[in-house]
T-cell receptor
Framework: KQEVTQIPAALSVPEGENLVLNCSFTDSAIYNLQWFRQDPGKGLTSLLLIQSSQREQTSGRLNASLDKSSGRSTLYIAASQPGDSATYLCAVGSAGTYKYIFGTGTRLKVLA | ETGVTQSPTHLIKTRGQQVTLRCSSQSGHNTVSWYQQALGQGPQFIFQYYREEENGRGNFPPRFSGLQFPNYSSELNVNALELDDSALYLC???????????FGEGSRLTVL
């Protein structure tokens, strides 16, 4: 049974800092992995999708990496800004199923 | 391009009642998934529809049911509401070749 864990649960950093959010999963037979951002009371905004055959994806100040063998993904945010404050969720799509398993998220606060 | 839209945004029901939530898929997306997100938790997979057929189901009782229509829009129905059904219900559409999920803003259900 796939389980997804995100560490840390919460993070507070000063503006401008580079930071790394971690996501680990127990079953390496994944189809893909997706990172999302969620603002309070809102839906999820897709940030990056990494297919199982890929090692990383980049979009602007965001870079996500995937290491299936160790069951880990990291989301790197460069030069953080107060507007980056949100909860970041990773979701793992397992091979042979149609569902994504989500972590409980990392709540990020970037201080001005 | 129109994104995923959900209605209603908020609703309040009493225990034992029934509720129907609606979702319009993003243009060109043929697959719809529904997730339940309790406060402070990651989303939990309810079920997925593809070509008007249920394509996979999570660990939810039969009183959670759904439909997908020929235009790919979808409904989530919950019968005999319980207090624990209070949550944010999220609809996501996707295309089968990438599996990338695109979420709506959600429907916030409160059961009293």
């Amino acid at each position: 049974k796939q389980e997804v864990t995100q560490i840390p649960a919460a993070l507070s950093v000063p503006e401008g800092e580079n930071l790394v959010l971690n996501c680990s999963f127990t079953d390496s037979a994944i189809y893909n992995l997706q990172w999302f951002r969620q603002d309070p009371g809102k839906g999820l905004t897709s940030l990056l999708l990494i297919q199982s055959s890929q090692r990383e994806q980049t979009s602007g100040r965001l870079n996500a990496s995937l290491d299936k063998s160790s069951g880990r993904s990291t989301l790197y945010i460069a030069a953080s800004q107060p507007g980056d404050s949100a909860t970041y969720l990773c979701a793992v799509g397992s091979a042979g199923t149609y569902k994504y398993i989500f972590g409980t998220g990392t709540r990020l606060k970037v201080l001005a | 391009e129109t994104g995923v839209t959900q209605s209603p945004t908020h609703l309040i029901k009493t225990r034992g009642q029934q509720v129907t939530l609606r979702c319009s898929s993003q243009s060109g997306h043929n697959t719809v998934s529904w997730y339940q997100q309790a406060l402070g938790q990651g989303p939990q997979f309810i079920f997925q529809y593809y070509r008007e057929e249920e394509n996979g189901r999570g660990n939810f009782p039969p009183r959670f049911s759904g439909l997908q229509f020929p235009n790919y829009s979808s409904e989530l129905n919950v019968n005999a509401l319980e207090l624990d059904d209070s949550a944010l219900y999220l609809c996501a559409s996707s295309v089968t070749n990438t599996g990338e999920l695109f979420f709506g803003e959600g429907s916030r259900l409160t059961v009293l």
